[in-house]
């Protein structure tokens, strides 16, 4: 019913910037909170950042003040700008969206991205 498609990953220098992009397609009537997740290897998958329909933002406190989550409900999209990056930044990055079908026999469900690798190395 819905795709989320990720972009933007890649291989950088600590110190830094990558810009990670999601768009979201499908039958889709609305996105409420939209975030991106990521996960290291031998870790578990931890949430860094959200962002509601009404454009309210919360971050993990390791990226406060580094990375920037935004998202352009027009288009069905949310963006990580990504700053200042460190070797420990390191993980699978993915995009996670709370949509409601037009389907009204599709519950609300949370739909998740393919996930884009973000490596911070010399």
């Known amino acids: 019913q819905v795709q989320l498609v990720e972009s933007g990953g890649g291989l950088v220098q600590p110190g830094g910037s990558l810009r990670l992009s999601c768009a979201a397609s499908?039958?889709?009537?609305?996105?409420?909170?939209m975030g991106w997740y990521r996960q290291a290897p031998g870790k578990q998958r931890e949430l860094v950042a959200t962002i509601s329909d009404s454009g309210t933002t919360d971050y993990a406190d390791f990226v406060k003040g580094r990375f920037t989550i935004s998202r352009d409900n027009a288009k069905n999209t949310v963006h990580l700008q990504m700053n200042s990056l460190k070797p420990e930044d390191t993980a699978a990055y993915y995009c996670?969206?709370?949509?409601?079908?037009?389907?009204?026999?599709?519950?609300?469900?949370?739909?998740w991205g393919q996930g884009t690798q973000v490596t911070v190395s010399s």
């Open positions: 499908g039958s889709i009537a609305s996105i409420n909170t």
């Open positions: 996670n969206a709370d949509v409601v079908s037009i389907h009204p026999y599709v519950r609300r469900g949370e739909y």
